[in-house]
């Protein structure tokens, strides 16, 4: 496994580390944009449909959202843990931390596949596929089409996400993260924290009414 | 460098569990409020825990606190610029005249009675 | 031991021997000639080498975009059918302007001046992330490759805009071309990154922002743009192709969506993306207008602040592309006002450019010839945008001509113009080779005349109320379509004739010195062409690039100073 190379265009590692660090960040910056025409629509359909959107919120379980809340908060902990560790040299730990955050995001996506489960049996589903009798309304059909889209696109990032953990922490057993040198690990990381933030936006506007 | 890097200000184990003990605070705090049932400012309130949540989760277990300012920058423009799509679409379909929909016509009434 | 904001001290330590950063060319081979083989042209990490693969790549999807324009312009030459039935002629123009803007006219000046240049200008020895950008080219080619399978199969009719619910519903093959564009997105993504992160973080020692090169300055607003702005442009077309391929509704009025709502997200994109067009070209335009006036800019700051000052109120404007759309009063209100404001940002640099040239020496290479035809062109569709900005007056002109006349000033007129600028003024740096200036000139005046004969007409057609995207017309429209039509040929003859004489000197032009121009600009401190690391070791560049009270001597003595 090729270690720590330092790239032909940088002086020492602390400008390469700090260069991967910034560019990670204006990576995030662009993962946060793509979001963000979602969130849009979803704020002019909710100003649209007001009181029918609103109900459809309260016809969403809270339990798998708030529980999916705390899960995702959790695992935001944990691989911030996992970095400490690999700071302090502690690369047991740090490989401890990164299967636990990895295990979360799957108990995440697993809760969410029972949800959508349920979604699916009530015929809450996208568009013209919606046929919920007990909420015959275009702002419920408008909710449950940004629900789909947007919990979608976060639980194809929460898998993207996990493949990611799994690959960081093949590394990490393999001893390649030292305190010096474990830029790739934090930008890794920096991934994961963001995927939580998005659940952060998302669980109060699809879960609490 | 490295050692310069561990001199300036490091999230410890300390800052770390404070982070997380104040996100799950604000989740449940979020959450009790939620059922209160506050007509528009449940909304409000639920995003502004939110935004103080997301910047819990960057300061401190993203790090951004240690961070040079330019990475400060990207976070802060992505912030602003979602906020503005955000805000002009929906200011649009607020603001647009066309809700609720007009009555259908009635027999003998012309068809562009407002 | 500097902040880390400004660029760290470079690898030769203050101990050894002072070696001279700047390049000759006994070094060693070129960037062109170092490492042989197709393979080294196809694996390299050398930011020179991808502008070429770059460079090749955008004169094919040009030419493709080109034959799109001609194929549709000849079908207008006559009210009824002249070559081609309706649906078809609906292909063209939609397939002509997703070429022209996602496969030529973002990626040409960025990806490939950008690429070549930004680095030696801040005198970094490549980019952040060399592999990232090769990752870049071949994103971009695979894109491309996939709108072009979209093509062949049928291609789609709906504009390049894709506006719903036409788009979700068209019989077209939607899909793969949206695809291809949300592909080729994703390399202006990482491209956009790749030169943000460099001009932070991989400055000369001692550079700071108030010395950074103005083309370096507007090909970083261009990527803080690009990196914005382009994912909402995935999200639309994402949203485009689940409604089209899955029928989702999501902006199907009849299960309760907005298809409104659609152009907000795509115009949120869009409009950026037309500054993404014309900010590099206005960047390349800030370097050969001191160089040939032989003049340091009027100002510097007023170029450089207009620079993010367009950038970020560029933001702000999408609204004007839809006050017919039926979007509220207040957001349209809004939308002009900001349309109009961030014209101020384009005038200041004219009005700067146009002060340069004051008691300069200025010469009249290609370069300059361009940039009077720029000048020109550029004014005048500003002036033209300001107008229909005017919500009463746009609602006569809007899906006129007027409009399609509008941004052909601005993209070919402003940008097309400046990349032939770009191209010929760095030609003799890239390739090492001088072009024959005499055919240039003749290629530069005829660009501009055929340019002229085509869109003029355009205008007036727009006024008296020809609609755009329209297949017949009324009789009495056909002598501006006949005229309009044969000045795209002769724009398109033109045009060929600029590459061909580029291409002759690649092969017979006599060999270029390493400042063929007399610019102070960075990137002529090293060879005609650059070694394959730009120089020796990282330089100190301890001179302002616009100062022209220097001579080269002086200037490379400074560059040199440790």
């Given at each position: 496994m090729k270690r720590h190379a330092l790239g032909e265009q940088y002086g020492d590692f602390a400008q390469q580390d700090e260069t991967l660090q910034f560019g990670m960040w204006v990576f995030l910056a662009s993962e946060v944009l793509l979001f963000a025409g979602l969130f849009a629509l979803y704020g002019s359909y909710r100003a649209m449909y007001g009181a029918d959107f609103a109900d459809?919120?309260?016809?969403?379980?809270?339990?798998?959202?708030?529980?999916?809340?705390?899960?995702?908060?959790?695992?935001?902990?944990?691989?911030?843990?996992?970095?400490?560790?690999?700071?302090?040299?502690?690369?047991?730990?740090?490989?401890?931390?990164?299967?636990?955050?990895?295990?979360?995001?799957?108990?995440?996506?697993?809760?969410?596949?029972?949800?959508?489960?349920?979604?699916f049996r009530e015929r809450a589903l996208p568009g013209p596929y919606y046929h919920m009798a007990e909420l015959p309304t275009y702002g419920a059909n408008r909710f449950f089409t940004m629900y789909w889209l947007m919990t979608g696109l976060h639980a194809l990032h929460v898998t993207g996400g996990v493949c990611l953990l799994v690959w960081l922490t093949w590394r990490a057993a393999h001893r390649f993260y030292t305190p010096e040198h474990h830029v790739g690990l934090e930008m890794g990381t920096l991934y994961w924290h963001l995927i939580d933030i998005i659940w952060i936006f998302l669980w109060p506007i699809m879960y609490l009414a | 460098?490295?050692?310069?890097?561990?001199?300036?200000?490091?999230?410890?184990?300390?800052?770390?569990?404070?982070?997380?003990?104040?996100?799950?605070?604000?989740?449940?705090?979020?959450?009790?409020?939620?059922?209160?049932?506050w007509p528009v400012g449940d909304l409000v309130v639920s995003l502004l825990i939110a935004l103080v949540k997301a910047l819990l989760v960057v300061y401190f277990f993203m790090h951004l606190i240690e961070q040079p300012f330019s990475s400060h920058m990207a976070m802060l423009v992505s912030l602003i610029w979602v906020t503005l799509l955000i805000g002009l679409a929906a200011a649009d379909v607020v603001t647009r005249h066309t809700f609720p929909v007009r009555p259908e016509p009635t027999e003998g009434q012309p068809f562009y009675v407002r | 031991m500097s902040p880390p904001e400004t660029a760290l001290v470079a690898p030769a330590a203050a101990d050894e021997p002072e070696i001279d950063p700047l390049p000759s060319l006994d070094d060693g081979p070129d960037y062109l000639r170092a490492g042989k083989g197709v393979a080294s042209w196809l694996n390299t990490r050398d930011h020179k080498r991808i502008a070429l693969l770059f460079y090749g790549a955008v004169l094919c999807t040009f030419m493709l975009g080109g034959v799109f324009a001609l194929a549709?312009?000849?079908?207008?030459?006559?009210?009824?059918?002249?070559?081609?039935?309706?649906?078809?002629?609906?292909?063209?123009?939609?397939?002509?302007?997703i070429t022209m803007v996602w496969l030529f006219l973002i990626p040409s000046i960025p990806n490939v001046f950008g690429n070549f240049i930004l680095p030696i200008q801040l005198g970094a020895r490549d980019l952040a992330f060399p592999k990232l950008n090769l990752i870049s080219f071949y994103v971009f080619v695979i894109g491309a490759l996939v709108i072009l399978g979209g093509m062949f199969a049928g291609g789609a009719d709906t504009g390049w805009t894709f506006y719903t619910p036409y788009a979700d519903s068209s019989p077209t093959r939607v899909v793969p071309v949206v695809t291809g564009v949300f592909i080729v997105g994703i390399s202006t993504i990482f491209t956009g990154l790749n030169f943000i992160v460099t001009v932070h973080k991989l400055r000369a020692p001692g550079m700071r922002w108030s010395s950074i090169p103005l083309f370096t300055w507007a090909i970083y607003g261009v990527s803080i743009i690009m990196v914005v702005a382009t994912p909402v442009l995935g999200m639309a077309l994402a949203l485009v192709g689940l409604d089209h391929g899955l029928g989702l509704g999501i902006f199907d009025p009849a299960v309760g969506g907005d298809p409104v709502l659609f152009q907000h997200i795509f115009w949120f994109y869009s409009h950026p993306a037309v500054y993404i067009m014309i900010l590099p070209a206005m960047g390349v335009i800030s370097?050969?207008?001191?160089?040939?006036?032989?003049?340091?800019?009027?100002?510097?700051?007023?170029?450089?602040?207009?620079?993010?000052?367009?950038?970020?109120?560029?933001?702000?404007?999408?609204?004007?592309?839809?006050?017919?759309?039926?979007?509220?009063?207040?957001d349209a209100g809004f939308f002009g006002v900001l349309s109009m404001f961030v014209a101020v940002f384009s005038a200041?640099?004219?009005?700067?450019?146009?002060?340069?040239?004051?008691?300069?020496?200025?010469?009249?290479?290609?370069?300059?010839?361009?940039?009077?035809?720029?000048?020109?062109?550029?004014?005048?569709?500003?002036?033209?945008?300001?107008?229909?900005?005017?919500?009463?007056?746009?609602?006569?002109?809007?899906?006129?001509?007027?409009?399609?006349?509008?941004?052909?000033?601005?993209?070919?007129?402003?940008?097309?113009?400046?990349?032939?600028?770009?191209?010929?003024?760095?030609?003799?740096?890239m390739f090492g080779k001088i072009y024959n200036e005499r055919f240039a000139t003749v290629g530069a005046i005829a660009v501009f005349i055929g340019f002229c004969l085509t869109f003029v007409p355009q205008f007036l057609l727009g006024n008296m109320g020809m609609p755009r995207r329209y297949y017949s017309y009324p009789e009495r429209f056909q002598w501006l379509h006949v005229l309009s039509t044969g000045g795209a040929f002769l724009l398109g003859g033109a045009l060929l004739l600029a590459l061909g004489n580029l291409l002759w000197a690649l092969k017979w032009g006599p060999h270029a010195p390493a400042n063929p121009w007399d610019s102070r600009s960075y990137e002529w401190l090293t060879t005609s062409p650059p070694p394959p690391h730009n120089f020796r070791v990282t330089p100190t560049l301890g001179y302002d690039p616009y100062d022209y009270s220097l001579t080269e001597e002086e200037a490379r003595e400074k560059a040199r100073a440790r």
């Amino acid at each position: 496994m090729k270690r720590h190379a330092l790239g032909e265009q940088y002086g020492d590692f602390a400008q390469q580390d700090e260069t991967l660090q910034f560019g990670m960040w204006v990576f995030l910056a662009s993962e946060v944009l793509l979001f963000a025409g979602l969130f849009a629509l979803y704020g002019s359909y909710r100003a649209m449909y007001g009181a029918d959107f609103a109900d459809a919120i309260k016809h969403n379980t809270l339990a798998y959202g708030t529980v999916n809340m705390y899960v995702l908060l959790c695992s935001s902990f944990t691989v911030a843990l996992a970095v400490w560790a690999t700071r302090r040299g502690r690369n047991g730990l740090c490989v401890a931390m990164l299967v636990t955050t990895a295990l979360l995001g799957v108990a995440f996506i697993v809760i969410k596949l029972f949800e959508y489960a349920e979604h699916f049996r009530e015929r809450a589903l996208p568009g013209p596929y919606y046929h919920m009798a007990e909420l015959p309304t275009y702002g419920a059909n408008r909710f449950f089409t940004m629900y789909w889209l947007m919990t979608g696109l976060h639980a194809l990032h929460v898998t993207g996400g996990v493949c990611l953990l799994v690959w960081l922490t093949w590394r990490a057993a393999h001893r390649f993260y030292t305190p010096e040198h474990h830029v790739g690990l934090e930008m890794g990381t920096l991934y994961w924290h963001l995927i939580d933030i998005i659940w952060i936006f998302l669980w109060p506007i699809m879960y609490l009414a | 460098m490295a050692d310069e890097t561990a001199a300036k200000y490091h999230v410890g184990g300390v800052g770390l569990i404070a982070t997380f003990v104040g996100l799950v605070v604000l989740a449940t705090l979020s959450l009790l409020l939620s059922f209160l049932h506050w007509p528009v400012g449940d909304l409000v309130v639920s995003l502004l825990i939110a935004l103080v949540k997301a910047l819990l989760v960057v300061y401190f277990f993203m790090h951004l606190i240690e961070q040079p300012f330019s990475s400060h920058m990207a976070m802060l423009v992505s912030l602003i610029w979602v906020t503005l799509l955000i805000g002009l679409a929906a200011a649009d379909v607020v603001t647009r005249h066309t809700f609720p929909v007009r009555p259908e016509p009635t027999e003998g009434q012309p068809f562009y009675v407002r | 031991m500097s902040p880390p904001e400004t660029a760290l001290v470079a690898p030769a330590a203050a101990d050894e021997p002072e070696i001279d950063p700047l390049p000759s060319l006994d070094d060693g081979p070129d960037y062109l000639r170092a490492g042989k083989g197709v393979a080294s042209w196809l694996n390299t990490r050398d930011h020179k080498r991808i502008a070429l693969l770059f460079y090749g790549a955008v004169l094919c999807t040009f030419m493709l975009g080109g034959v799109f324009a001609l194929a549709l312009r000849t079908e207008l030459l006559t009210p009824g059918r002249t070559i081609m039935d309706a649906t078809t002629y609906n292909r063209m123009f939609t397939l002509h302007g997703i070429t022209m803007v996602w496969l030529f006219l973002i990626p040409s000046i960025p990806n490939v001046f950008g690429n070549f240049i930004l680095p030696i200008q801040l005198g970094a020895r490549d980019l952040a992330f060399p592999k990232l950008n090769l990752i870049s080219f071949y994103v971009f080619v695979i894109g491309a490759l996939v709108i072009l399978g979209g093509m062949f199969a049928g291609g789609a009719d709906t504009g390049w805009t894709f506006y719903t619910p036409y788009a979700d519903s068209s019989p077209t093959r939607v899909v793969p071309v949206v695809t291809g564009v949300f592909i080729v997105g994703i390399s202006t993504i990482f491209t956009g990154l790749n030169f943000i992160v460099t001009v932070h973080k991989l400055r000369a020692p001692g550079m700071r922002w108030s010395s950074i090169p103005l083309f370096t300055w507007a090909i970083y607003g261009v990527s803080i743009i690009m990196v914005v702005a382009t994912p909402v442009l995935g999200m639309a077309l994402a949203l485009v192709g689940l409604d089209h391929g899955l029928g989702l509704g999501i902006f199907d009025p009849a299960v309760g969506g907005d298809p409104v709502l659609f152009q907000h997200i795509f115009w949120f994109y869009s409009h950026p993306a037309v500054y993404i067009m014309i900010l590099p070209a206005m960047g390349v335009i800030s370097e050969v207008v001191p160089t040939f006036a032989h003049r340091r800019p009027a100002s510097y700051t007023a170029i450089a602040v207009s620079t993010i000052g367009i950038a970020v109120v560029g933001f702000l404007t999408w609204g004007h592309h839809m006050f017919s759309a039926g979007i509220s009063e207040l957001d349209a209100g809004f939308f002009g006002v900001l349309s109009m404001f961030v014209a101020v940002f384009s005038a200041i640099k004219v009005f700067t450019w146009t002060l340069t040239l004051r008691r300069g020496q200025v010469k009249l290479n290609a370069p300059m010839l361009y940039f009077f035809a720029f000048l020109f062109l550029f004014v005048f569709g500003g002036m033209t945008g300001v107008a229909l900005a005017t919500q009463s007056l746009d609602l006569h002109w809007t899906d006129t001509y007027f409009v399609v006349a509008h941004f052909h000033f601005i993209m070919v007129g402003g940008s097309v113009t400046a990349f032939l600028a770009g191209a010929h003024y760095w030609f003799p740096k890239m390739f090492g080779k001088i072009y024959n200036e005499r055919f240039a000139t003749v290629g530069a005046i005829a660009v501009f005349i055929g340019f002229c004969l085509t869109f003029v007409p355009q205008f007036l057609l727009g006024n008296m109320g020809m609609p755009r995207r329209y297949y017949s017309y009324p009789e009495r429209f056909q002598w501006l379509h006949v005229l309009s039509t044969g000045g795209a040929f002769l724009l398109g003859g033109a045009l060929l004739l600029a590459l061909g004489n580029l291409l002759w000197a690649l092969k017979w032009g006599p060999h270029a010195p390493a400042n063929p121009w007399d610019s102070r600009s960075y990137e002529w401190l090293t060879t005609s062409p650059p070694p394959p690391h730009n120089f020796r070791v990282t330089p100190t560049l301890g001179y302002d690039p616009y100062d022209y009270s220097l001579t080269e001597e002086e200037a490379r003595e400074k560059a040199r100073a440790r």
